[in-house]
């Protein structure tokens, strides 16, 4: 089992930026593909950005493509989203997931995850 606790998420102005982590806590060996996933109000999920963890290789949805980051402390503990020029369409809660993969696993944002958090609130204002 893997917990995951994000945080990180706030209030800003549209042009702003913000930096998400996500916390990974329990066994966490074979979780080895991370992603950021975000729902508002009313839409489905959507994906947002993947990482495998071992190969430091990311995928990012076209609407965050440019704008985000998605990265990793050096233990693989705690995943980042870095977001910038935030949109008042980025307005969402953020959620944090894992799931198993090896370090040739490509992680792709239409995968299943196993593990999710609790979310981060994210609210862009114009």
């Known amino acids: 089992q893997e917990q995951l606790v994000e945080s990180g998420g706030g209030s800003v102005q549209a042009g702003g930026s913000l930096r998400l982590s996500c916390v990974r806590a329990g066994n966490t060996v074979n979780s080895n593909c991370m992603a950021w996933f975000r729902q508002a109000p009313g839409k489905e999920r959507e994906g947002v950005a993947t990482?495998?963890?071992?190969?430091?290789?990311?995928h990012y949805a076209d609407s965050v493509q440019g704008r985000s980051t998605i990265s990793r402390d050096n233990a693989g503990k705690t995943v980042y989203l870095q977001l910038n020029s935030l949109k008042p369409e980025d307005t969402a809660m953020y959620y944090c997931?894992?799931?198993?993969?090896?370090?040739?696993?490509?992680?792709?944002?239409?995968?299943?995850?196993?593990?999710w958090g609790q979310g981060t609130q994210v609210t862009v204002s114009s």
């Open positions: 997931a894992a799931r198993f993969g090896w370090i040739s696993t490509e992680c792709d944002l239409d995968d299943e995850y196993q593990y």
């Open positions: 990482l495998n963890v071992l190969a430091s290789r990311a």
